[in-house]
């Protein structure tokens, strides 16, 4: 462990993979936020899983977790597989020309987005001029004001940060988004539509409370005893969902999802090409798994093995997030006798431990292989996080992911 200062706030700095586990999972209680502040009031937008803390996240994800389960995906699995043929096409289309990488896995990541999780049709993106794509690439280009108040909400106490007021979100955007939503839940009032997509899980949960259980549904917290303490005791105000909280987990959905998919997919067609023995081996299996298909179905991807340790691998190396924030919730004691007290803030470095000799050989090697030779131990590859407050989208993030891939 090693103390240090983020501007004038002490932070401790976690390397220990078994503490790693213990702050993620094991401990989860006492470190259950990310200690990164919103001002609900200002900007109802911003209150997403993401930046909610305590009994609110835990009962918002207590009712959103079955949106992301395997079964659920599988009835999506149709518009990520027409957005990859419709992305696919658009690289025909330019006949062999020199394209930017980022810019094409940009265009397909939105795309998925647009059509998964706010119900635009599919292809909606596709060109540069786009206005849900130029809107939704301003989510992530901060202005340098806005960048200086973001590290300022981070690192001083949260009364200053509520002084300064206001969102990260720009106003116009928030309307933006917030005006897609309004009118794709007008549209399916109107006219009784129901889509197999994230709002309308979304709106199900706002309507019903809940949504359907899908038979061969697999939870997606591998371990969720956190979620499940204590029952259903959430007062009923810090569950309830309304058009705002629709509106603020889908837009959370597309911040949290949209540039960390992108960035996978970049790296990865990067390593690839840099890697022709490991792409060759990669279009062996894939041709072998598809034989006389095109597109493969569910069931192919779960069967290309070695294609999903080459995105793993791709992970370790270039984690779109590299580091995890967390804040102590709850007094703590470490076994050698150090003491956080509740408000403290803790960062968990993940693209360090990822690539310490200690824990993987020859570490800056880039070799889907390890992903199949032995377990890795706990706390030391983690590029969804871990423990109930695991990436809530790693499912989705993986489909979206794999399914570009698989070019014969
Ligand atoms: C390669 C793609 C992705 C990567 C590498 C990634 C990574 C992460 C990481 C490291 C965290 C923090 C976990 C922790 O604190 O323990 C996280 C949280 C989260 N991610 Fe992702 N993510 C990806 C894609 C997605 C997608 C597609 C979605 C959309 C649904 C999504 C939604 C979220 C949300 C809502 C959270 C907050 C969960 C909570 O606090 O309960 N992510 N993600």
Redesign the pocket.
Known sequence: MVGTFSLTNPVLLVRDPRLVDKI?ATDFSHFVD?GLASDAQASPIDL???TMTGAS?KAA?QKLSPV?SSGKLKTMFEQVSLTAQAIIGYIEKAGGAEMNVKEITSMYSTDVTASCFFGLDVGATLGADNEFRRQALRAFDMTYPQFLKFLLTLNLPSWIGRRLGGSLTPPDLAAYFGDIIAHAIKARKENDIRRSDILQLLLDIREKGTVEPTRSATAVDPDDEYLAMGGNRENKESSEFNDDSVAAHAY??LT??LD??TL?LCFCIMQLSLHQDVQEKARDEVRKVLGSKSWPTYLDLKAMSYLENCILET?RLY???AI?FRQCTKDYTFEDGVTLKAGDSLVLP?LGIHTDPNYFDDPMKYRPERHSESKFQRGTFF?????P??????F??ST??FYKLPIK
Do not use: E, K, Q
């Open positions: 993620m990310r997403g899983l993401v996240w994800r992301f959370t959905f949290a999802g960390t998919s996978a992970m984690p779109a997030v995890l993940i590029p969804f996080g871990d423990g407050r695991i990436c809530i989208g790693n989705v993030a979206i992911i």
